[in-house]
C-alpha cells in the first residue's frame, strides 16, 4: 500500500486554524444498561467503545476496562482547548460495581486519568500494565497486591483471558522530567470467546507483522488511527497506516481509535474514521466503525454502520 506520498502531509493534517477540528456539537453517546451488559452466554463477548482509546469489554463473564480515560479533559488541569467531547459517558460510573481487570497501555493523560482511577480504584481486581505504572498507581493509593507490571512479551491468565504485553512503538511521561520512565505497551487479550489486539499509542513499524506472526490471526484489531502530524510520525499512525497494521496483524476486523475523545492534532477531528474507512475500502480489510456507547457482539461485528459522525 503506497498512500504515503499522497496523504501523510495533506492540508487538513497541517492547518492549525481548521474550523472542523471539533465536533459541531457535544457528541451525545449511546447509553448502556451494565445490568444488561452483564449478562452474557458461554464463550461469548461484548465490547463498547467509550469514545477516544477506552473500552469496556465483558469476556466470559469477566469485566475490563482498557485505557479508562473517563474525566472530563485531557490534561491535568481542565484547559478547554482539551475537553472531551462527548456530552457524558455511556454509563454512570458509580453503577459499575465491580471490574475485574483494568489495562493501561501508557501514563500519557488521555489514556492514564488520576481522577478515573481515583473514582475506580477499590472496584478494580487486578490492574494489568507495563513495567512503571505500577508506580502511578501506589501513588493514587491502589493496594500494591492489585497491581501486576509486565514487561513485553510477558503475559498473565486470569480464569480464561490471557493478556500478554507487546511492544508498541511511542513514549512515556507525564511532565517534562520523567520521560521514558515507564513502559508504553500494546496488549493481546485472547479467550475462548475471542482474541483482540489493542495497540494502545504506536507508531507504524515491523512490530505490528512479528505480532501477527506469532500471536495472530485476531478477531479483533483496535488500533491508532487518530491525532497524527508529520512531525509525530514515528509516534502515531496516520490511518493508512493503521489498515495496513491491521493487514500485518491478520486481522478479521480492524477498528480505527482514538479519536472522537479529545483534539490532540491538527486534522478534522472526524478525518481518522473516513481516511480509515477510505483505506480500508480500498484494500479490503473490514472495519467497524460503532458508536460511542454501541454495544457489539459476536452476532454484529459483520454488519453496515451508520457514519453517525455527520450528524457532528
Sequence with gaps: ???FNDEIATPSTQNKENSDRLPKEKIIPQLIDLDSFKEIGINDY??????HSAFILNINGKIILLDPMLGSHAAPIPLPSLERYSKGLPFDLKLLEKIDMVVLSHDHYDHLDYPTIKRIRDKVSTFIVPIGIGNHLRSWKVNDENIVE???DE???????ELTCLPSRHFSGRGPFNRRTTLWASWAIKSSAIKIYFSGDSGYGKHFKEIGEEHGPFDLSLLDSGQYNIAWKHSHMFPFQSVQAAQDLKSKFFMPIHWAGFTLSMHPWDEPIKKSIEYATKVGVKYIA????QILSSNSLDREFLSWWERY
Design 1 to 3: 500500500m503506497d498512500f
Design 46 to 51: 461484548k465490547i463498547a467503545w467509550l469514545g
Design 150 to 152: 509486565l514487561n513485553w
Design 155 to 161: 503475559k498473565i491468565i486470569i480464569d480464561d483471558v
Design 290 to 293: 460503532p458508536e460511542i456507547g
